[in-house]
């Protein structure tokens, strides 16, 4: 997903993993990286609140939206980060 701010273009990418909270602020230090946002994705509970997720019961996993300038920072870049620190 991509949209035009301005004049640098801002994508999106999503990844899942085990904790949002740690995840979420490794990539915010990273230059490029415009915003990180925490959330849950998948599951078949509506709305479930960080508890329900915690139980395992509701089919969520933690995860993050990340807006990044890929004039600044690669897509692929954002993987391998992700796979080093998963």
Do not use: D
């Amino acid at each position: 997903m991509s949209f035009s701010h301005g004049q640098n273009e801002i994508k999106q990418a999503y990844f899942a993993s085990g904790c949002f909270w740690c995840v979420e602020s490794i990539f915010e230090s990273l230059e490029g990286v415009n915003n990180v946002e925490s959330g849950y994705s998948g599951g078949w509970l509506k709305n479930p609140t960080y508890n329900q997720v915690l139980t395992g019961k509701t089919g969520h996993a933690e995860s993050v939206r990340i807006s990044y300038n890929p004039n600044q920072i690669s897509f692929s870049n954002l993987v391998e980060v992700f796979f080093r620190i998963t």
